[in-house]
């Protein structure tokens, strides 16, 4: 059985929603930040990083939320959940995981570090708003791949739909516009559409849940 | 035939030695920088967000320089480059692919984006500091990450190595110390072994050589 370290508000609920989706039960293993539990040798070996989350599997670790619900559909999609590898369909799949982690989720985390997430003497109080301005620009393309669609991928639900739901959830959550100003409409939409997943709550739900314990 | 739309000391070099890793010819299409030529509404159809690179084949475009890697990859690789999909070691490669765009890669973007690349009022000059240290503090995951092996994802050098390879290549490009003061040796002996491949360099001379037509 798979292993999930997590903390309630971070990337892990991403494997746990990916996890709920695909049926699959799991150990979650709580790693609490506020302790400073990501920043032990133990939890190192499994997150070089020292990030969560961490995917526990039986041939070794995994990080990077992306490759690992990536690596899950591949494993137990059956095809569903993401396209075949080598079709034009999986090109355009790693594309939006690619834009999605390295360009809408980018301005989101850089407001973070300089709010709370950098140590204090790295911080700068103007890069948030040059954040903002950043979410703001790079919106209005995410709108135009979006498009009509349903999901980020068409009209099938993929593990792309998981990252890019739970980085426009975490927008939401740093006050951002999901909109531009009325201009991307269909991005709000679009967010509704895949957090109201049953297994997007089941995950959020079930990570709560172990904080309490 | 596939066309690649690039410029030098861009990330288009990336598609350009994956291509010619693999062996196949393309067709080069120079986009002026300079000129703007990214921001015109013809080349925004094939990129939405103005970036380079973009590569146009029989099926349409694609974008996100990673995501073109593993797709060549996958089509042409034949077992090389790349490993085989639902296989943990292909959820390692991923893994690499997501560290390095979205942590080796960022600081080195932030660097470039305050120095030039973002418009003039959103540059915070002491950015460019925290992006140094930045670089400074993720550069010693990658080295424990790579640890003595020969390539990123161990013996066999895949798309993972054309992309690491050009991030560091960015990186020394940027006056960054790859050694991280020589704590991290083996990061800048790795780099010498990727960038040394003669396809990495056919891949940039062909760039450069489109520069004076």
């Known amino acids: 059985m798979y292993t999930l370290y997590g903390y309630p508000k971070t ?3 991403r494997i746990a929603w990916a996890l709920e989706e695909l049926g699959l039960p799991y150990n979650y293993h709580l ?10 040798d133990e939890y190192r070996a499994i997150s070089p990083a ?18 690992i619900v990536t690596f899950l559909a591949e494993r137990h999609g059956m095809q ?8 034009f369909e999986r090109a355009k799949y790693e594309e939006m995981m690619l834009f999605l982690t390295s360009e809408l989720e ?32 790079v919106l209005p393309v995410f709108s135009a791949m979006l498009a009509d669609n349903e999901f980020v991928c068409g009209n099938m639900f ?16 740093s006050k951002l516009d999901l909109t531009a100003n009325g201009k991307c409409e269909n ?15 089941r995950a959020w739900r079930n990570e709560v849940s172990h904080m309490s314990k």
Chains 1, 2 share one sequence.
């Open 11 to 13: 990337r892990s609920v």
């Open 31 to 40: 790693i609490d930040l506020k302790m400073g539990q990501h920043l032990t």
């Open 50 to 67: 020292a990030k969560i989350p961490a995917l526990v599997t039986e041939e070794g670790a995994l990080t990077e939320s992306a490759a």
């Open 80 to 87: 569903e959940f993401i396209p075949e590898p080598g079709s």
């Open 106 to 137: 980018q301005p989101i985390w850089n407001l973070a570090k300089h709010t709370f997430a950098l140590p204090s003497e790295q911080r700068i109080d103007r890069m948030r708003e040059v954040a903002v301005w950043e979410f703001q620009r």
């Open 158 to 173: 993929t593990m792309a739909d998981v990252i890019a739901g739970h980085i426009l959830a975490w927008a939401k959550g």
């Open 187 to 201: 991005v709000a939409v679009y967010a509704q559409r895949v957090l109201g997943r049953e297994a997007y709550e």
